[in-house]
């Protein structure tokens, strides 16, 4: 099968770790581990989120006495792409001896009318304390919202309507290659309506959603979005949860799962599978194996649910 794999931010960073790149190497060594069973199987592509990573840099530029204004986040955006994609090529060249492995910064182009630039909802960067996210927000102009855990930085997150390089992404893949790309929900960009012309805007794209895109436009089988929880959990953290392992689209839509968490990655599993008739699952990392030959996680599929 041909599989896209769309990495969650906490499978590369895990709440609460110090951000240091030896610690990130040791979470990607464990993605090596877990997706070589399948790559040897299975044509891969491989996505991958960067919360974590975006908001570090983002912090750093704002701090940085150097810069006259920070970094927009379009540009740190491309830096984390390089940096993860780097991390996760390496590794798996190192777990595939003879396989190519390519990693692709890739553009993901968004509408300039989308609401979400007047609505910021994703989370990027660490957790703080309330009156410490209020003090960054004053200083630097933030928006902040409450996660599980704390405060957070959020941003807007415009849909994903077109992956610029699909081409080259299909070229890729003819010629033998595992490839990453589309890291971060991809860079995201605007298109002049005269010339084409791209330009960068202030925003991170929902990866889980343009790995649905992805998935469609290079005609993937299968949609794995591996995150830190082994399955979806109707009702999460509260004294009714329970686990949904089989469901249709219109299923898990009516499970009112959170924005900031499990939303995107159940409405990008409904929308591919609505869209291609393929299969997707959203699983824990070290089980991917097992998700994809359907002993673990959570499956989505066309139709009626079993049972």
Known sequence: MRIVVALGGNALLHRGERPDAAVQQANIDRVATALAALAHEHELVITHGNGPQIGLLAVE??????????????????????????????????????????????????????????????????????????????????????????????????????????????????????????????????????????????????????????????????LLILTDVPCVYEGYGTPEQHPILDATPGELRRGGFPEGSMGPKAEAVSRFVERTGGLAAIGALEAAYEIVHGRSGTLIRPGFAAG
Request: hydrophobic share 40%; with cysteine; aromatic share 4%.
């Open 61 to 222: 530029s704002a701090a940085d006495p150097a810069l006259s204004v920070p970094y927009p986040l379009h540009l740190l955006g491309a830096q984390t792409q390089g940096m993860i994609g780097s991390l996760l090529a390496r590794t798996l060249h190192n777990a595939l001896p003879g396989r190519s492995v390519a990693t692709l910064v890739t553009h993901t182009l968004v509408s300039a009318d989308d609401p979400a630039f007047a609505r910021p909802t994703k989370f990027v960067g660490q957790v703080y304390p309330r009156e410490v996210a209020r003090s960054l927000a004053r200083e630097r102009g933030w928006h902040i919202a409450q996660d599980t855990t704390g405060w957070r930085r959020v941003v807007p997150s415009p849909v994903p309507e077109r992956i610029v390089e699909t081409d080259t992404v299909h070229e890729l893949l003819n010629s033998g290659n595992l490839v990453i790309c589309a890291g971060g929900g991809g860079v995201p960009v605007t298109a002049d309506r005269d010339t084409g012309a791209l330009t960068g805007v202030e925003a991170v794209v929902d990866k889980d959603l343009t790995a649905a895109l992805l998935a469609e436009d290079v005609k993937a089988d299968f």
